[in-house]
Structures are given as structure tokens and as C-alpha cells.
């Protein structure tokens, strides 16, 4: 109930009784009249209490208690009555003994208007409290009244003065104004005739364009006693011209004959100039928003039921909007109207930026238009405005051109780490052939009277040297099939007789392989106009590579037939496989998709873009089909029965010298089994013991009993490589001593320093020299 606030109207609101006695509780009088009055009460026990009351507050009522001391009253009653705050309020003496110990006149002159002696009467204090609690209020009640009442003509003065607001009336029989101060200042009156002008004195300031249609507005209101009203401009001191409207009432007499007309004047300039700036604004806005080349738009979100965003209304469009969006009349019409698919992610960005007003700059798709745009939008208005403005650009065609730079980029890279591949691969296939030749050259000049041997020895030259030609016609076939200069020397040929040219071709691999090979030819001939030599070269490329890509001891089945008016050709094997989503790279060039599972495959990933190639000019056509990996594979070739196409070229060879050191026993390990019996024979020439080991495993078996001081160890052996057959090596104690030499076709930094790691003395690449051999051996032993 208490209020401790200065401020004058919240202490207006008190009703309280502050009751003063030393006595430290409350007379049980004082409380019940209190409380049957509703009243709460404040107990001082103290004068400095009391004052401090009083000063913080209005009372209702102040009761000062007796306690003994009659000097004490009235000092109480005094101080209470001499402040300010306090000086009106009633204070009532009570508890008083009779007789009185002082004079009821020194109470009255201190300030008490009431006393009541003991015993104290309920009933009269009640009475008494009753009336002057009531009259307190009366009073607390005008005073409000009065406060409001100065409140709103401050107020209203206020309003006035914020609206330039001038008024006026005018007696229409004394042709007299009578106008405030900002009236007539407006007019340029006098301040000293303001309320005795005539109005033709008003009049004269008035624009001479607006005095004859203000005096037909004053006119008519006064015939027809209705409301007035006029818009003018009016001539400034120093000269210009300011608007001003007016607005007014006739008033009439009893018998409803125009008396006077009241009014304001309203100084209308600020507004004017204001809605002039607006439409100039609204122009400069209008010819931006028409003008800019990207397309803009105005929108009002729309949210379903639970308050989620759910579509989106066009409001406004600029003409660039049509031209990237393609949509027509967006107006009033709604994002799902227009593009009935478009994806929730719009809705849900475009409700975000509304919500939380943060911006958002973007780029995304709609697939309904198949079209990408870069996006801004901002929320236009306050928390609660759910409209936005969205400035956006087609960008389909950068996104286009982007994604083709990317695919060219990948492209290029893929076809540089293709030809690095490839050229890391070819060395590495030359000096497979390179090596058996090199020391069976070396072998035939230091033992040319042994005639068996260097007759053994020219066989596995030819060998090596026919692999070696066959190398080099397939990497000039495939240069010249890019350039477009191979031709094909075409005639009639029967299918089954180049089908037969290609198995012996590629018998010896097969063999080798040790697989099961079977050929089904058709019955009748199948007459091809074609170069044989180019279809011998396809399908001995495709049983190469079935069996290159198949383990040892598998199956691999050719079977050529009439289908129509093509001749089908089919190459099968129970191989590694090709994954499905490799089955078009396969004829990529230099594309080995199956390197990984067959190691030592060998070839230069050139074959089958071969085979694409040659097909293709024959006017057929060859595609790939497997299970998946270790699922085995399928080429099958169709070609057109007596269709007419175009080309054909030759080879290239090679040779090197020798050297000699004190005897050793050395390993000689290698898959080529050519390879390791002339690089035997040659250090069996040079004295040392050179047994062989055509594969990892068997090298470690003759390990034990050999107890080698130098290994010779191919790199790239199937089954178990080089790097493991080291590893293992450098695993056993036993052969600490032992040297490792890896002999191989790779030979760039990174295979030098692979080797080193996994454990390798020296690294030789193939063909290796008499001279490096030798310097190897002189440094291991």
C-alpha cells in the first residue's frame, strides 16, 4: 500500500493512517476503526519517524497517541503540521487523560482538529476517521481531476503545436476574425488585430490563383451551412509561398441562418513537399526496379497451419523478372501455381530470411524450369512482415560452362595421368623383350664356339624381338589410326581363315598359360570384304587379353557365326572380370581396368582401343560384357557380311656390350622365363653360379639350400612380387648377408626409392648391361 515516490500524481493514490506513539504496537482501537474502514495503517514510534513519513507521502489521517508527556504531543502535532506535504492533512489528538494535562487551545494552536480523550471511543473515532478520510479523498480525487485536466490541455497544446495547427473564428455579421497567434503570424496580421481584422485582411495574403476558388468554398458552406474546407498557398514575409489547408463549420442561429464559421488552419507545406519527395521517390524506385537487367520481384510468404512456409505470392515484378524465369503474368499468382514442383528448400530459405530478417545470397536450382539462379533476398519491414525482395540472375549457362571447364579439366588430367601411365608402362614393356636380347647378344659374342647354346639363345632372341615388333606396330597402328592414315587393304576373305590366323598368333600365350582353350567356327564360310590382316590383328588382340586377364589353367572360348547380315565373333573367358562401371573404359586408350587384380598382366592398356579402332573402320562395331570382378568377361565383335572400308605399316629393334668379376653364387629370380635363362647364361659366362627361380615362391624355397651372396629379383611377378619376396628376405636372420638386387623395367625415382625401402641393395633396369652387372656384383661382394 505504501508509495515512497516524489512524484505528485502516485502520491494521490495513498489513503493510509500514519499513526505516532512511542508505544510499540498499535492502539487495538486505531486497528479495528482502520480496518472497518479499509484503511491500512503506519505506526512511528518516533517524531523523526513520523516526519519522514509524512515527507515520503500523503496521509489520509495522522493520529498522534498520548504517552505521557504533553510537551512531546505538541511537538509531534507541530512538526507533523509545519511540513509541507503534511500541512493540510488532519491530525487528531488521542488518548488524552482528564483532565486534560494541557489546554485543549495549545492543541488547536499547534494543529490538531480533533481531540479525543481516554477511554477512546470506537464509535467516535470511527466517526471522525470516517469524515475525514472521506473528505481526504474528495480532495485526492479534484486534485487528479485537475492534474489529468491541466495533462490533456498540455497535451492537446502539444498536439497543436506538433501539427502547426492555427485557429480561427469568424463573425459573419461584424465581418470580424478573430485568430491564435499562429494564425495570424501565418497571415501576416498583426498580432495586435488578431482578434479584429476583417477577412478580405486575411484574404490579401492568399495567392492570387487561390483567392477566387477560397472565397466560392467559404460561399458554399455558408449557403448550404455545411463544413468548409480549401487548399491555398499563402505569400511568406520574405517572400515565397506556403500551402496551408483549412477546414472549418458554420455555426447557426435558431432559425438556421449562417452566424460565424470556426476553424483551424493547418500548415500543409512540410506534407506537400513531403508527398512530392514520395512520388519522386516512387519514380526513381519505379524506373530502378524497371530498368535493372536482373531480374527482381516482391514477394509475400505464405505459411500453412503449423506455421511452416509453404508457398510464396508475387506482389511486384520487373520486366527482366519474364526473360529469367520464362513466367508470365506472375502477379497476384502464387510460386506453386506457376511452377507446381518446386522444391521445398525455397520455401524454407525464403521463411528463414522472413523470420530472423537476415539476408541470404545463394545459388540454386529449379528443376521445374531447368534453370540455376543466383539469389539475394532481404525481408522488406519490420519483424512481423513477412515480405521479401528477391534480386536474382540466370545463371544456367555459367553453371553449364563451369561444369564443362570442370569436365575438361578432369579430362585433361585424367588423359595426363593416362599418358603417364602409358609411358611408364611402355618403358617398362620394352625392356621386358630388351632384356633376354641384350644378354643373349652379350651370351653369342663371349661364347660364339658353343653352337647349341647360341642356337637356343637366337631362339629366344626371336622371340623377344617378334614381342618387341608386335609392341611397336600397335603403339604406330594406334598414331596412325588418330591421325586418320591407316588405310585397309580390303578383299574377300572368309571369316573362319582370319579366325585361324589370330589362334595361331596367339597360341604360344595360351600355352604358355596353360589354358583350356576351344574354338567354335561356323559350318558354312562367311564371306567379309576385308583387310585380314586387320581382323587377324583384332581378334588376336582380344584372346591376348583374355589371356593376359586370366589366371593360369583357365578357359577361354572363341566362336564366330552368321547373325543376319553380320558376323559375330565372340571371345569368352572365366578371368578377373571388368566392374560394370568399367566396361566402356576398357577401350579407353591406355586403360588397364584390370591391372590391379592380375599383376604382371603386362601390355600397354592400347589393345582394345585397337580393336575399337580397326572394328569400327571395317563399319562394326565391339562392346564389353561382364558379371563383375572374377566374374570372367565377353567381347563380342559384329561385323557387317560384304560391307566395304580403308590401311596398314612395319617395326624397329635394338642391342648393347659386356664386362667380368670373381665367381659368386647368384639368384636369378624373374617371371619372363626368357629374361632369367639368358641373364643366367650370362653370369654363368661371366663364372659365377646363376641357378633360376621363375616366381617368389620358389625363390624362397631355394633360398635354404643355395644360401645366394647376390638375389637378382624382378620387380613385377605375379603371385608374389619383388617387394614381397624382399620383405620376406629381410624377415629371416638367416639371410642377413644376402644382397638384393632388383632387376626390372620400372626404373623412375619413385620405383629407386620404393625399392630402397623395402629392403633392396642395388636397382638395375632392365636390359641392364654386362658393365652394370658387374659393378653391382663388385660392390655386393
Given at each position: 500500500?505504501?508509495?515512497?515516490?516524489?512524484d505528485?500524481?502516485?502520491?494521490?493514490?495513498?489513503?493510509?493512517?500514519?499513526?505516532?506513539?512511542?508505544?510499540?504496537?498499535?492502539?487495538?482501537v486505531?486497528?479495528?476503526?482502520?480496518?472497518?474502514?479499509?484503511?491500512?495503517?503506519?505506526?512511528?514510534?518516533?517524531?523523526?519517524?513520523?516526519?519522514?513519513?509524512?515527507?515520503?507521502?500523503d496521509?489520509a489521517?495522522?493520529?498522534?497517541?498520548?504517552?505521557?508527556?504533553?510537551?512531546?504531543?505538541?511537538?509531534?502535532?507541530?512538526?507533523?503540521?509545519?511540513?509541507?506535504?503534511?500541512?493540510?492533512?488532519?491530525?487528531?489528538?488521542?488518548?488524552l487523560?482528564?483532565?486534560?494535562?494541557?489546554?485543549?487551545?495549545?492543541?488547536?494552536d499547534?494543529?490538531?482538529?480533533?481531540?479525543?480523550?481516554e477511554?477512546?471511543?470506537?464509535?467516535?473515532?470511527?466517526?471522525?476517521?470516517?469524515?475525514?478520510?472521506?473528505?481526504?479523498?474528495?480532495?485526492?480525487?479534484?486534485r487528479?481531476?485537475?492534474?489529468?485536466?491541466?495533462?490533456t490541455?498540455?497535451r492537446l497544446?502539444?498536439?497543436?503545436?506538433?501539427?502547426?495547427?492555427?485557429?480561427?473564428?469568424?463573425?459573419?455579421q461584424?465581418?470580424?476574425?478573430?485568430?491564435?497567434?499562429?494564425?495570424?503570424?501565418?497571415?501576416?496580421?498583426?498580432?495586435?488585430?488578431?482578434?479584429?481584422?476583417?477577412l478580405?485582411?486575411?484574404?490579401?495574403?492568399?495567392?492570387?490563383?487561390?483567392?477566387?476558388?477560397?472565397?466560392?468554398?467559404?460561399?458554399?458552406?455558408?449557403?448550404?451551412?455545411?463544413?468548409?474546407?480549401?487548399?491555398?498557398?499563402?505569400?511568406?514575409?520574405?517572400?515565397?509561398?506556403?500551402?496551408?489547408?483549412?477546414?472549418g463549420?458554420?455555426?447557426?442561429?435558431?432559425?438556421?441562418?449562417?452566424?460565424?464559421?470556426?476553424?483551424?488552419?493547418?500548415?500543409a507545406?512540410?506534407?506537400?513537399?513531403?508527398e512530392q519527395?514520395?512520388?519522386?521517390?516512387?519514380?526513381?524506385?519505379?524506373?530502378?526496379?524497371?530498368?535493372?537487367?536482373?531480374?527482381?520481384?516482391?514477394?509475400?510468404?505464405?505459411?500453412?497451419?503449423?506455421?511452416?512456409?509453404?508457398?510464396?505470392?508475387?506482389?511486384?515484378?520487373?520486366?527482366?523478372?519474364?526473360?529469367?524465369?520464362?513466367?508470365?503474368?506472375?502477379?497476384?499468382?502464387?510460386?506453386?501455381?506457376?511452377?507446381?514442383?518446386?522444391?521445398?528448400?525455397?520455401?524454407?530459405?525464403?521463411?528463414?530470411?522472413?523470420?530472423?530478417?537476415?539476408?541470404?545470397r545463394?545459388?540454386?536450382?529449379?528443376?521445374?524450369?531447368?534453370?540455376?539462379?543466383?539469389?539475394?533476398?532481404?525481408?522488406?519491414g519490420?519483424?512481423?512482415?513477412?515480405?521479401?525482395a528477391?534480386?536474382?540472375?540466370?545463371?544456367?549457362?555459367?553453371?553449364?560452362?563451369?561444369?564443362?571447364?570442370?569436365?575438361?579439366?578432369?579430362?585433361?588430367?585424367e588423359a595426363?595421368?593416362?599418358?603417364?601411365?602409358?609411358?611408364?608402362?611402355?618403358?617398362?614393356?620394352?625392356?621386358?623383350?630388351?632384356?633376354?636380347?641384350?644378354?643373349?647378344?652379350?651370351?653369342?659374342?663371349?661364347?660364339?664356339?658353343?653352337?647349341?647354346?647360341?642356337?637356343?639363345?637366337?631362339?629366344?632372341?626371336?622371340?623377344?624381338?617378334?614381342?618387341l615388333?608386335?609392341?611397336?606396330?600397335?603403339?604406330?597402328?594406334?598414331?596412325?589410326?588418330?591421325?586418320?592414315?591407316?588405310?585397309?587393304r580390303?578383299?574377300?576373305?572368309?571369316?573362319?581363315t582370319?579366325?585361324?590366323?589370330?589362334?595361331?598368333?596367339?597360341?604360344?600365350?595360351?600355352?604358355?598359360?596353360?589354358?583350356?582353350?576351344?574354338?567354335?567356327?561356323?559350318?558354312?564360310?562367311?564371306?567379309?570384304?576385308?583387310?585380314?590382316?586387320?581382323?587377324?590383328?583384332?581378334?588376336?588382340?582380344?584372346?591376348?587379353?583374355?589371356?593376359?586377364?586370366?589366371?593360369?589353367?583357365?578357359?577361354?572360348?572363341?566362336?564366330?557365326?552368321?547373325?543376319?547380315?553380320?558376323?559375330?565373333i565372340?571371345?569368352?573367358d572365366?578371368?578377373?572380370?571388368?566392374?560394370?562401371?568399367?566396361?566402356?573404359?576398357?577401350?579407353r586408350?591406355?586403360?588397364?581396368?584390370?591391372?590391379a587384380?592380375?599383376?604382371?598382366?603386362?601390355?600397354?592398356?592400347?589393345?582394345?582401343?585397337?580393336?575399337?579402332?580397326?572394328?569400327?573402320?571395317?563399319?562394326?562395331?565391339?562392346?564389353?560384357?561382364?558379371?563383375?570382378?572374377?566374374?570372367?568377361?565377353?567381347?563380342?565383335?559384329r561385323?557387317?557380311?560384304?560391307?566395304?572400308?580403308?590401311?596398314?605399316?612395319?617395326?624397329?629393334?635394338?642391342?648393347?656390350?659386356?664386362?667380368?668379376?670373381?665367381?659368386?653364387?647368384?639368384?636369378?629370380?624373374?617371371?619372363?622365363?626368357?629374361?632369367?635363362?639368358?641373364?643366367?647364361?650370362?653370369?654363368?659366362?661371366l663364372?659365377?653360379?646363376?641357378?633360376?627361380?621363375?616366381?617368389g615362391?620358389?625363390?624362397?624355397?631355394?633360398?635354404?639350400?643355395?644360401?645366394?651372396?647376390?638375389?637378382?629379383?624382378?620387380?613385377?611377378?605375379?603371385?608374389?612380387?619383388?617387394?614381397?619376396?624382399?620383405?620376406?628376405?629381410?624377415?629371416?636372420?638367416?639371410?642377413?648377408?644376402?644382397?638384393?638386387?632388383?632387376?626390372?623395367?620400372?626404373?623412375?625415382?619413385?620405383?629407386?626409392?620404393?625399392?630402397?625401402?623395402?629392403?633392396?641393395?642395388?636397382?638395375?633396369?632392365?636390359p641392364?648391361?654386362?658393365?652394370?652387372?658387374?659393378?653391382?656384383?663388385?660392390?655386393?661382394t
Open positions: 500500500m505504501l508509495n515512497t515516490s516524489n505528485y500524481p502516485d502520491s494521490l493514490t495513498s489513503s493510509c493512517i500514519l499513526f505516532i506513539c512511542p508505544h510499540a504496537t498499535v492502539d487495538p486505531v486497528t479495528q476503526v482502520a480496518c472497518e474502514l479499509d484503511r491500512a495503517v503506519m505506526h512511528a514510534t518516533s517524531l523523526h519517524d513520523g516526519l519522514t513519513q509524512v515527507q515520503r507521502r496521509f489521517l495522522v493520529l498522534v497517541g498520548y504517552a505521557g508527556d504533553p510537551d512531546g504531543m505538541l511537538a509531534v502535532v507541530s512538526a507533523v503540521r509545519s511540513n509541507a506535504r503534511s500541512s493540510l492533512t488532519p491530525i487528531v489528538a488521542m488518548g487523560p482528564l483532565p486534560l494535562p494541557m489546554s485543549h487551545e495549545s492543541l488547536y499547534a494543529g490538531v482538529i480533533a481531540v479525543l480523550t477511554p477512546l471511543s470506537p464509535t467516535i473515532l470511527r466517526a471522525k476517521a470516517r469524515f475525514y478520510t472521506a473528505a481526504f479523498d474528495t480532495q485526492i480525487e479534484r487528479r481531476a485537475e492534474a489529468a485536466l491541466d495533462e490541455s498540455r497544446a502539444r498536439i497543436i503545436e506538433a501539427a502547426e495547427l492555427g485557429i480561427w473564428w469568424w463573425d459573419i461584424a465581418d470580424r476574425v478573430e485568430a491564435d497567434e499562429r494564425v495570424a503570424d501565418l497571415f501576416g496580421v498583426p498580432r495586435h488585430e488578431r482578434s479584429s481584422a476583417p478580405a485582411r486575411y484574404l490579401a495574403a492568399i495567392h492570387p490563383d487561390d483567392v477566387e476558388s477560397t472565397r466560392a468554398e467559404i460561399g458554399t458552406a455558408i449557403a448550404a451551412c455545411s463544413a468548409y474546407g480549401a487548399t491555398y498557398r499563402i505569400r511568406l514575409p520574405g517572400g515565397g509561398w506556403r500551402w496551408v489547408i483549412a477546414r463549420h458554420v455555426d447557426t442561429d435558431g432559425q438556421g441562418n449562417a452566424r460565424s464559421v470556426r476553424g483551424v488552419i493547418i500548415d507545406t512540410r506534407q506537400l513537399e513531403a519527395q514520395l512520388r519522386a521517390s516512387e519514380e526513381r524506385y519505379r524506373t530502378l526496379f524497371n530498368s535493372i537487367d536482373d531480374a527482381l520481384c516482391v514477394i509475400d510468404m505464405l505459411f500453412d497451419a503449423d506455421g511452416a512456409p509453404c508457398d510464396y505470392r508475387f506482389v511486384e515484378t520487373n520486366p527482366a523478372f519474364i526473360k529469367h524465369t520464362g513466367l508470365v503474368d506472375a502477379i497476384g499468382k502464387t510460386a506453386r501455381e506457376l511452377v507446381p514442383g518446386l522444391e521445398q528448400h525455397w520455401f524454407d530459405i525464403y521463411g528463414r530470411v522472413a523470420a530472423t530478417g537476415e539476408p541470404v545463394f545459388e540454386n536450382e529449379v528443376k521445374g524450369l531447368s534453370r540455376w539462379y543466383d539469389v539475394y533476398a532481404t525481408r522488406l519490420g519483424p512481423f512482415a513477412y515480405r521479401l528477391v534480386l536474382f540472375t540466370d545463371v544456367t549457362e555459367r553453371r553449364r560452362s563451369d561444369a564443362a571447364l570442370r569436365q575438361m579439366a578432369a579430362d585433361l588430367s595426363n595421368r593416362l599418358k603417364t601411365e602409358f609411358l611408364a608402362t611402355l618403358a617398362h614393356e620394352l625392356r621386358n623383350p630388351l632384356a633376354p636380347i641384350r644378354s643373349g647378344l652379350q651370351f653369342i659374342r663371349r661364347a660364339p664356339g658353343d653352337a647349341a647354346a647360341v642356337s637356343r639363345v637366337h631362339e629366344i632372341m626371336g622371340r623377344q624381338l617378334d614381342h615388333v608386335l609392341l611397336v606396330d600397335d603403339l604406330l597402328d594406334v598414331a596412325r589410326i588418330q591421325r586418320g592414315q591407316v588405310e585397309l580390303c578383299g574377300p576373305v572368309d571369316l573362319a582370319v579366325v585361324n590366323a589370330a589362334i595361331e598368333t596367339s597360341m604360344p600365350l595360351l600355352q604358355a598359360a596353360r589354358h583350356k582353350f576351344t574354338a567354335h567356327l561356323p559350318a558354312q564360310p562367311l564371306p567379309l570384304l576385308a583387310d585380314p590382316t586387320r581382323l587377324t590383328q583384332v581378334i588376336s588382340n582380344l584372346l591376348n587379353n583374355a589371356a593376359r586377364y586370366t589366371p593360369k589353367g583357365g578357359r577361354i572360348a572363341l566362336c564366330a557365326e552368321r547373325d543376319g547380315d553380320d558376323a559375330v565372340t571371345v569368352t572365366n578371368g578377373i572380370g571388368i566392374a560394370t562401371d568399367a566396361l566402356e573404359a576398357v577401350f586408350m591406355f586403360t588397364q581396368v584390370g591391372q587384380q592380375q599383376p604382371g598382366s603386362g601390355g600397354l592398356g592400347i589393345g582394345l582401343s585397337l580393336v575399337r579402332s580397326l572394328v569400327e573402320l571395317h563399319g562394326g562395331s565391339v562392346h564389353a560384357d561382364s558379371a563383375g570382378t572374377n566374374a570372367g568377361s565377353q567381347f563380342t565383335v561385323l557387317p557380311l560384304g560391307s566395304e572400308p580403308v590401311g596398314a605399316a612395319p617395326p624397329a629393334t635394338q642391342a648393347a656390350p659386356a664386362s667380368a668379376v670373381s665367381p659368386c653364387n647368384v639368384l636369378v629370380v624373374d617371371d619372363n622365363r626368357d629374361a632369367a635363362e639368358t641373364l643366367a647364361a650370362l653370369l654363368s659366362m663364372g659365377h653360379s646363376a641357378p633360376v627361380a621363375n616366381d615362391h620358389q625363390a624362397l624355397r631355394m633360398l635354404p639350400m643355395l644360401m645366394p651372396d647376390v638375389v637378382f629379383l624382378d620387380l613385377g611377378m605375379p603371385g608374389m612380387s619383388g617387394y614381397e619376396v624382399a620383405t620376406a628376405i629381410r624377415a629371416d636372420v638367416r639371410y642377413a648377408a644376402v644382397r638384393l638386387v632388383a632387376l626390372t623395367g620400372w626404373g623412375g625415382a619413385a620405383d629407386r626409392e620404393r625399392t630402397a625401402q623395402a629392403g633392396f641393395d642395388a636397382h638395375l633396369t632392365k641392364a648391361t654386362v658393365e652394370a652387372i658387374e659393378e653391382v656384383l663388385r660392390q655386393m
